[in-house]
């Protein structure tokens, strides 16, 4: 009798719980909504940037930067009107964490070093453009941490349209563009990124990703594959020394990471060195170009072996003599540059002959760029992130049992050493088309990292 009533009694409770159950996931699914719009805006950056041009005097780069500065706005957006209905699904930000403590550290010393910069209305723009970078790595590593590993891929999209583009402008069968015959022929190669050196370096982080893919990932391995030899290739065609150094560098790190043998990784470095002048030897334009930078070795032409960059190199090594702690200030080295310049000039006549009549309004190396704008200080806080990004790589293999851990570890140290040797030649913290993949592909490791 006690057990029939005690029956009857817990009896209407259990509609009650299963009346709610529908209503809770109500609740879950809108308060789910500001990570499924954030994702969206985020997803959309990345496939929409790499195709931003249009007909003024900069075609590629500043709509690409004018798309940047729309993504943040809407982030921003999606964010505070979350905020304000109180449906901020987002999970919480760890401050202790290595990474959030060394963007934080970054974005304070580039405000340190905007306040004591040479010309402070020249420094706001590259100090907001840090913040941007900020507030987009920490949007992508949000929504990446919950998001399958596939999604990386998604930056393989745009650049396989580039590629295609850019190739069928180098063997001239079509390009997009009316061909202007006054300009070089060379520098017709544009895809929708810009110049040949604005391509080679974003094709780099695409291809890097595709092929982690493929030494990572079980499914659509031969794919994968595929795609990573044609953006290799789209590397290879733009002639660009920076660039193809940078893959070539980065292939060559997850291809050791992947053999685990140094018998093996002798064996297979000797046979790609050997692929590799095999390359150079079949495609005339490599091999002209080769032939160019050894002669200008023999005879000690660092203008033409540098491709015209020895001044500023020399001006931003200048800058850094005179101001070693908080450098001239965040993009202010175009403003420095004809002082430093003529200072030079009358120190170094031989090295000034065929060069006086160029301004650089970018170092061509970000390695001496970040020194010079913000100090040696910032010099070591961009190494400290490149060590931070490659150490999700210096783990042991059987700590990397899924297939997540594993495209983690193959693709942060190649990611590393890409855009270290990448900066020695070029500017690609400058560019948003370069920068924009490199903090997708630095997002995805942070974001699926083991935890320390």
């Known amino acids: 009798m006690e057990a029939a009533k005690l029956r009857t009694a817990r009896g209407p409770a259990i509609p009650q719980r299963t ?13 789910t909504g500001a990570t499924s719009w954030l994702t969206a805006v985020v997803l959309g950056g990345m496939l929409l940037i790499p195709f931003a041009i249009s007909h003024a005097e900069d075609p590629f ?42 963007t934080a550290t970054i974005c304070a010393w580039v405000a340190v070093c905007a306040l004591l910069s040479t010309n402070r209305l020249v420094s706001a723009a590259p100090t907001a453009r840090v ?31 580039n590629a295609a583009i850019y190739i069928l402008q180098e063997f001239e069968i079509w390009s997009p563009f009316v061909i202007n015959a006054e300009i ?29 893919m493929a030494f990572s ?18 590397v290879l065609v733009t002639h660009t020394v920076g660039a193809i150094a940078g893959v070539v560098a980065a292939m060559a790190v997850m291809v050791a990471l992947w053999l685990r043998s140094w018998r093996r990784i002798a064996i297979v470095f000797v046979a790609l060195a050997a692929l590799g002048v095999a390359i150079v030897a ?64 009358q120190r170094h006549h031989w090295i000034f002959l065929h060069t006086t009549e160029f301004n650089f309004g970018e170092v061509h190396n970000d390695h001496l760029q970040v020194a010079s704008e913000t100090g040696l200080p910032g010099y070591a806080l961009y190494l400290a992130a490149l060590a931070l990004l490659a150490s999700a790589s210096w783990r042991r293999w059987r700590e990397a049992a899924d297939e997540r851990g594993d495209f983690v570890r193959m693709l942060a140290l190649p990611l590393a050493a890409s855009m270290f040797v990448l900066a020695l030649a070029q500017f690609p913290l400058e560019l948003v088309s370069t920068a924009h993949v490199y903090l997708w592909g630095a997002a995805a490791v942070t974001a699926w990292r083991a935890k320390p």
């Open 282 to 345: 079949a495609y005339p334009p490599l091999r002209a170009r080769a032939g160019v930078m050894r002669e200008a070795a023999a005879k000690r032409d660092y203008e033409t072996f540098t491709s015209g960059r020895t001044v500023p190199f020399m001006a931003a090594a200048a800058m850094v003599r005179e101001h070693p702690l908080t450098g001239v200030g965040p993009g202010c080295f175009a403003y420095n540059f004809f002082d430093t310049k003529l200072r030079l000039q």
């Open 217 to 234: 990932q079980r499914r659509w391995r031969a794919l994968w594959a595929a795609v990573a030899l044609f953006l290799v290739a789209g």
């Open 184 to 212: 070089e022929s060379h520098l017709h190669r544009t895809a929708l990124i810009g110049n040949p050196n604005d391509v080679g370096g974003y094709f780099i982080v695409p291809a890097l990703v595709a092929a982690a």
């Open 61 to 102: 780069r500043y709509p690409k930067e004018l798309m940047l500065r729309l993504e943040i706005i809407v982030i921003a957006i999606v964010v505070a009107v979350a905020w304000a209905l109180g449906r901020l699904d987002l999970p919480r930000i760890n401050l202790r964490a290595p990474a959030v403590r060394l």
């Open 131 to 161: 913040l941007m970078y900020a507030v987009l790595f920490a949007a992508m590593t949000t929504i990446l941490r919950r998001r399958p590993v596939w999604l990386a891929g998604i930056v393989i999209v745009p650049a396989v349209v």
């Open 19 to 31: 009346a709610a159950a529908p209503a809770g996931r109500a609740v879950e699914t809108e308060r």
